[in-house]
């Protein structure tokens, strides 16, 4: 994966007269990286979006896409995006292919070629004849994606891209979205309120809270791995005793009862010694595994438990 940012942000800010909806916001987003945006209602990430696509002004601060300013090079930074804000508007009494030649008759250099390559690539090729008003929810988002990609952007901006969709248009959607990413390379930045969606799609995310950004790291990052976890649920038939006991055990921080064992706050090093103990006390133990916080956890924890939208 490149280190050349498709995307920069620096120290964007937008203000509706004297209220700021973005404050100073900077970061970066690579080639072939699928970036999430996430936040509390009211956060500002509709409004990142619309100014990324030159579709409200900027008050302050600089963004560039492909290394174009959108301030001042409009059509170079633009030409490189593919945007789907709200939901994908298509003509649904036309087939999905006539809605893209309709489409296609606005940009130039779309060829019949590269048509049929769009709808390949989103996997349409044994619908794309029908109408628009037969298409699924997740086929119309994939027909939107593909007229989103017709002039080969290097920049795929979708704005709650899963909203009206099944849990299989949402998984049909997502592996859609890193098969392109692997296989074209092209960088997506997409917003969702379904935490849980973009834990399995992205590689990093970005919070935001009243217009600030609150923290970005990559997904595992945040949610830790097996490795980084520091909390475990021992399956065992603990005794107050046990419970005493491991809780005076160096390197140990909490011991919490929960139902059919204990959540145990301690180093990974520790576990074996945990295991011998209990087992050497005659207790049965049933399984002993990480607990691993989920996005959602962290994105509470992180914004005081406003709730992502």
């Known amino acids: ?46 409004t990142t979006i619309r100014m990324m696509v030159g579709l409200m002004s900027i008050t302050k601060g600089e963004i560039f896409i492909q ?33 893209l030649v309709h489409y296609a008759r606005m940009v130039p250099g779309v060829t019949k070629e590269r048509i049929d390559e769009v709808v390949k690539l989103v996997k349409l090729e044994d619908r794309i004849h029908d109408k628009v008003k037969k298409y699924s929810l997740g086929m119309r988002q994939r027909l939107g994606v593909a007229q989103a990609m017709l002039h080969n952007p290097s920049l795929l901006i979708l704005d709650e891209p899963t909203n009206g969709l099944d849990p299989a248009g949402i998984r049909e959607l997502r592996d859609y979205l890193r098969y392109l990413t692997r296989t074209e390379g092209i960088t997506v930045i997409v917003s969702s309120h379904l935490l849980s969606e973009m834990e399995l799609m992205c ?71 945990i295991l011998s103990y209990l087992m050497g006390s005659g207790i049965d133990v049933y399984g002993a595994h990480p607990i691993k916080v989920s996005l959602e956890d962290r994105f509470l924890e992180m914004t005081g438990g406003e709730q992502v939208g």
């Open 1 to 46: 994966m490149s280190n050349t940012p498709v995307v920069s942000l620096r120290n964007v800010t937008k203000k509706v007269g004297k209220t700021t909806i973005i404050d100073n916001l900077t970061f970066d987003v690579p080639k072939g990286e699928i970036f999430g945006f996430l936040g509390p209602n009211g956060a500002g990430k509709t």
């Open 67 to 99: 290394g174009h300013n959108i301030k001042n090079e409009f059509e170079q930074a633009i030409r490189h995006v593919g945007a789907i804000v709200e939901n994908p508007e298509m003509y649904k009494f036309l087939s999905g292919y006539r809605n």
């Open 203 to 273: 590689d990093r995310v970005a919070i935001l809270q009243k217009g600030r950004l609150v923290d970005i790291k990559p997904i595992h990052e945040f949610i830790g791995s097996d490795e980084q976890s520091k909390s475990y649920l021992i399956e065992a038939d603990f005794t107050d005793a046990a419970v005493e006991a491991i809780k005076q055990m160096e390197g140990v921080k909490e011991v919490k009862r929960v139902e059919g064992g204990a959540e145990i706050v301690t180093g990974r090093e520790r576990i074996p010694r």
